[in-house]
């Protein structure tokens, strides 16, 4: 499915909206969803870290591991792999902005991990890199993004080393046909389209040859995660630190379309 959004639109995008999301979201920069439960209780930032430590005790990454962070944003998560691992991480991203906050910031980080940090401006229809250069693919938040994503996941299984593990997160489209509300608040908001539901996805992965380890609808998660953020951003303009209005109203309408079966979340762990 060839999305009617290109990646100059996304690019463009993310690259005007970083600042607005820090003020709010994460002043870090990170920017992906939460996983709830009686860990995090209802703190967004915690069930946000929670999704990267499940993400990694099922994605078998160790200190021996390559891996590439597919859409890695401002390079939080990619940092945090290197950290928590001592592995080697490739960051890459479509936003030149974000990928040279990224660079800047792993400047500033002790040589022990920079050093087993590097970032790519790259398109995931077209990676940079040779086949079978990592161990792993990882991936929050980005395949949704992606104008192509059959491409996208033929490539990650490109460079994916035979036995190599790709494990993601992505929104879901569990209705084929969406409200005209959802369509314009959600879909062409954030300028995409998906042709994947749940089961749908599985599918996707399996044509393109991977070994689905497993899956999880996250659905829920996601709901959650729209109603701590328009929280956190009627807040944020509550406090004067901008007007975000516009994405408090927004948020309203992710959590109706969650509610409906317009909009889903899922996670999968898959082998090459």
């Known amino acids: ?10 690019e463009q995008f993310y690259d005007e909206e970083d600042d607005t999301y820090r003020t709010f979201w994460d002043p870090e920069g990170s920017l992906h969803w939460g996983y709830f439960d009686d860990k995090t ?17 099922r994605s078998g990454i160790d200190a021996s591991s390559v891996v590439l962070d597919l859409g890695c944003g401002n390079g939080n998560t990619t940092t945090w792999l290197a950290e928590q691992k001592s592995c080697h991480v490739t960051g890459v991203d479509l936003s030149g902005v974000r990928v040279s906050r990224a660079i800047e910031a792993a400047a500033k980080l002790p040589q022990e991990v920079a050093s ?15 086949d079978d250069s990592f161990s792993h693919v990882w991936s929050q938040a980005t395949i949704y993004h992606v104008h192509d994503k059959e491409a996208a996941l033929a490539e990650a299984y490109r460079v994916l080393r035979p036995g190599g593990t790709l494990v993601l997160d992505d929104l879901t489209k569990p209705n084929e046909r969406v ?32 070994v689905i380890v497993e899956a999880e609808d996250l659905s829920s998660h996601l709901r959650k995660s729209y109603q701590k953020l328009g929280e956190m951003a009627k807040a944020a303009t509550d406090k004067g630190l901008g007007d975000f209005s516009a994405l408090v109203e927004a948020y ?21």
């Not at 209780?41 to 005790?57: K, P, V």
């Not at 087993?116 to 040779?130: D, Q, V």
């Not at 959802?182 to 996707?204: A, C, I, N």
Request: with cysteine.
């Open 1 to 10: 499915m060839q999305s009617k959004f290109t990646e100059q639109d996304t």
């Open 41 to 57: 209780g209802d703190d967004f930032l915690t069930a946000s870290r929670h999704l990267n430590e499940i993400m990694l005790a």
């Open 179 to 210: 409200s005209p509300e959802s369509q314009k608040h959600v879909y062409d908001r954030l300028l995409f389209d998906t042709p994947f539901s749940f089961e749908g996805y599985q599918v996707g992965l399996k044509a393109q040859r991977f």
């Open 116 to 130: 087993r940090l590097t970032f790519k401006k790259a398109s995931a229809t077209e990676l940079p890199f040779e």
């Open 252 to 272: 309203r309408y992710m959590v109706a379309a969650i509610e409906t079966g317009d909009l889903g979340w899922a996670l999968y762990v898959c082998r090459k």
